[in-house]
C-alpha cells in the first residue's frame, strides 16, 4: 500500500511541475553595469528555441521569470513592465512580493510575475521592457524581450 501512496504523490509532483522556455532577451538598464541578468524565462513559448517571439495568447495565463544579480543594495524593488509604451494593466510593481527583499549586491535570485494580457490588447508583435528598480534610477535591472500577443 505504501508504494503506491508513494507512486501517487510523486506523479502529482511531476505532473503539476511547469517547464518555462528560455527567451532571447536584451539589457535596456541605462547603466548596464548595476545589474547581470542571466535568464529570462516566459512560459509558454515553444518559440524560444527558434529565437522567435514568444508567442503570449491574450486572456489565458503565463509567467515570467528573470534570474538576476544586483550590483546594488536596496530595502525595496519596483517592478515595471512597460509595452506600447504602458504599464501592463493592474500590475503589482511591488516586487519584494515575487523576490528576495532587501536586495544586496551579488546574492543571485529570481523574480517571478504571473502574466494576463486582457484581450483589449491588439494582437501583433511588441517589444517589452521589464525593469527592477532599486532606490534609485541608476540601481536597476532591465529586460528586453520581443512577445507576440495572438
Known amino acids: 500500500m505504501s508504494g503506491y501512496l508513494l507512486f501517487f504523490f510523486a506523479a502529482l509532483t511531476l505532473s503539476s511541475v511547469v517547464v ?4 532571447r532577451f536584451g539589457n535596456c538598464a541605462s547603466n548596464k553595469d548595476k545589474c547581470t541578468v542571466h535568464e529570462v524565462r516566459i ?21 515570467l ?4 544579480t544586483p550590483h546594488f543594495d536596496s530595502q525595496n524593488l519596483t517592478a515595471n513592465g512597460v509595452c506600447m ?3 501592463f494593466p493592474n500590475m503589482e510593481t511591488d516586487a519584494c512580493l ?31 521592457d521589464w525593469s527592477l528598480i532599486g532606490a534609485t534610477e541608476e540601481d536597476q535591472c532591465c529586460i528586453s524581450v520581443k512577445i507576440f500577443l495572438k
Open 98 to 128: 515575487t523576490t528576495t527583499c532587501p536586495v544586496t549586491a551579488g546574492n543571485r535570485q529570481t523574480y517571478t510575475f504571473n502574466i494576463f494580457v486582457d484581450r483589449k490588447f491588439p494582437s501583433g508583435i511588441f517589444d517589452v
Open 20 to 23: 518555462a522556455e528560455v527567451a
Open 65 to 68: 521569470e528573470i534570474d538576476y
Open 43 to 63: 512560459n509558454p513559448c515553444k518559440e524560444a528555441s527558434t529565437n522567435k517571439p514568444c508567442k503570449v495568447r491574450r486572456g489565458r495565463p503565463g509567467s
Open 85 to 87: 509604451g504602458q504599464l
